[in-house]
T-cell receptor, first 115, second 109 residues
Framework: NAGVTQTPKFRVLKTGQSMTLLCAQDMNHEYMYWYRQDPGMGLRLIHYSVGEGTTAKGEVPDGYNVSRLKKQNFLLGLESAAPSQTSVYFC??????????????FGPGTRLLVL | GQNIDQPTEMTATEGAIVQINCTYQTSGFNGLFWYQQHAGEAPTFLSYNVLDGLEEKGRFSSFLSRSKGYSYLLLKELQMKDSASYLCAALDSNYQLIWGAGTKLIIKP
């Protein structure tokens, strides 16, 4: 099992450009998440999904859109990149369990630099 | 508001013991996670506590006091490879994880 994978690993964008980050998981997890991680701050939830075809906003959703057309994939889109979106983006997935532990498993991250 | 507090940085010596504290304030509570994150890598799961008390896993132990909104991660017999950031996260009433900023642990020989 590959677990959670993310593409690309690194990207440089100019202000105003758009891009899509792809997350894939092979663990048959229902839940998927997109986070951003900035120096000195905790992981902040951008959007999440509780199942195929459903998405919801997290703590910092502005400037991002997501789609979950297939259970194993969760896409994060930046329509018009801004320097404030320079960050490391992590995708995670989890499965519901009887005790609701819902441990999240993370992908390797995408480092995005917006100039 | 919801908040997780943990020290920014700690230093310890190889072979010693270190305790990383975490206090939390969340809307409801459904458990406390600890993750390890090496520089440039993804967070990886270490432990989960939902009941009061100590959970031991080899060299790592995690403690929870729900009444005090307090947890700690105890690392014994420190090794150089334990140099990493340790993230505390609490699961709120909506089963959303609220993350602390992480504690950077520096191990010296």
């Amino acid at each position: 099992n590959a677990g959670v994978t993310q593409t690309p690993k690194f990207r440089v964008l100019k202000t105003g450009q758009s891009m899509t980050l792809l997350c894939a998981q092979d663990m048959n997890h229902e839940y998927m998440y997109w986070y951003r991680q900035d120096p000195g701050m905790g992981l902040r939830l951008i959007h999440y999904s509780v199942g195929e075809g459903t998405t919801a906003k997290g703590e910092v959703p502005d400037g991002y859109n997501v789609s979950r057309l297939k259970k194993q994939n969760f896409l994060l889109g930046l329509e018009s990149a801004a320097p404030s979106q320079t960050s490391v983006y992590f995708c995670a997935s989890s499965s519901t369990t009887e005790d609701r532990q819902e441990t999240q498993y993370f992908g390797p991250g995408t480092r995005l630099l917006v100039l | 508001g919801q908040n997780i507090d943990q020290p920014t940085e700690m230093t310890a010596t190889e072979g010693a013991i270190v305790q990383i504290n975490c206090t939390y304030q969340t809307s409801g509570f459904n458990g406390l996670f600890w993750y390890q994150q090496h520089a440039g890598e993804a967070p990886t799961f270490l432990s989960y506590n939902v009941l009061d008390g100590l959970e031991e896993k080899g060299r790592f132990s995690s403690f929870l006091s729900r009444s005090k909104g307090y947890s700690y991660l105890l690392l014994k017999e420190l090794q150089m490879k334990d140099s990493a950031s340790y993230l505390c996260a609490a699961l709120d009433s909506n089963y959303q994880l609220i993350w602390g900023a992480g504690t950077k642990l520096i191990i010296k020989p």
